[in-house]
């Protein structure tokens, strides 16, 4: 077997290449402008536009509508936690009798929210004196408590 030495080293045959040196005469083939054309800004050093430059028109990022916080009603629906709740707090529930079922349904049936796809939260302002059955996609723990003090149930419905 023979020996192997650092001098004797090589890299794989065709893995390198050499850099084409620009701007070395006309004869080089690449002379003169070196390869980027006559003038203009990109013709200059450090003369690139950013990717996100569209060429003087409004850029897209200015044309969207703007986010007042993650949770406001208006903002748009990017990512997981860019959601809006109707709130419904436990004091508009009195118009609802013992043992009935508090869904997204009876609640726009009520003229309690506009529309049935919307998501609903409980919220715990107000008392709650009779059992009812709420079916809301959340619950915030205060509600929960006196729904189920009451002698109710909570369900939560899934998005």
Known sequence: MADIFLHDLKPA???????????????????KTSGKGHKG????????????YEGGQMPLHM????????????????GPFRT????????????????????PESLVEKGIIKKRDERIKILAQGDLDRALTV????????????IEAAGGSVEVLSA
Request: aromatic share 6%.
């Open 13 to 31: 045959e065709g893995s390198r290449f050499k850099k084409k040196r620009v701007g070395r005469g006309e004869g080089s083939g690449v002379g």
């Open 41 to 52: 800004a990109k013709a200059r050093a450090g003369g690139n536009t950013s990717p996100t």
């Open 63 to 78: 044309r969207l509508p703007k986010l007042r916080g993650p949770y406001a009603k208006t903002a748009m629906p990017i």
């Open 84 to 103: 809006f709740s109707t709130p419904v707090n436990l004091a508009r529930l009195v118009v609802f009798e013992a043992g009935e079922v508090v869904s």
């Open 135 to 146: 079916q809301a996609h959340g619950f915030s723990a205060a509600a929960k408590a006196k």
